[in-house]
């Protein structure tokens, strides 16, 4: 199901800077916590980044600790992934969602791509 709209995305070298937006539903924005996932073919699903409802505490996965920015804005309904320094090894499908993943709130994900 897709609850969540997300923009952003793309193509980019080596080293550059994509960012990801994530808008819904203002209840959701001001009641749950939200996060960022990723897929690369052949893959399961894996938690990038998540922020709590109050914006207050983030969580970096170690892979993109440094590099992704996550932020978010519950009056304007939206969250952000900045992606700085992009590797090759970050070219996956991102999602953002609810992370507790039984209540299936997710967008429709978004292709990054980056090129050696």
């Known amino acids: 199901q897709v609850q969540l709209v997300q923009s952003g995305g793309g193509l980019v070298q080596a080293g550059g800077s994509l960012t990801l937006s994530c808008t819904g539903p203002e209840d959701i924005f001001k009641t749950y916590s939200l996060a960022w996932f990723r897929q690369a073919p052949g893959k399961g699903r894996e938690f990038v980044a998540g922020i709590a409802w109050t914006g207050g505490s983030i969580h970096y996965a170690d892979s993109v600790k440094g590099r992704f920015t996550a932020s978010r804005d519950n009056a304007k309904s939206t969250m952000w992934l900045q992606m700085d320094n992009l590797k090759p090894e970050d070219t996956a499908v991102y999602y953002c969602?609810?992370?507790?993943?039984?209540?299936?709130?997710w967008g429709q994900g978004t292709q990054v791509t980056v090129s050696s």
């Open positions: 969602g609810v992370p507790d993943t039984k209540l299936n709130i």
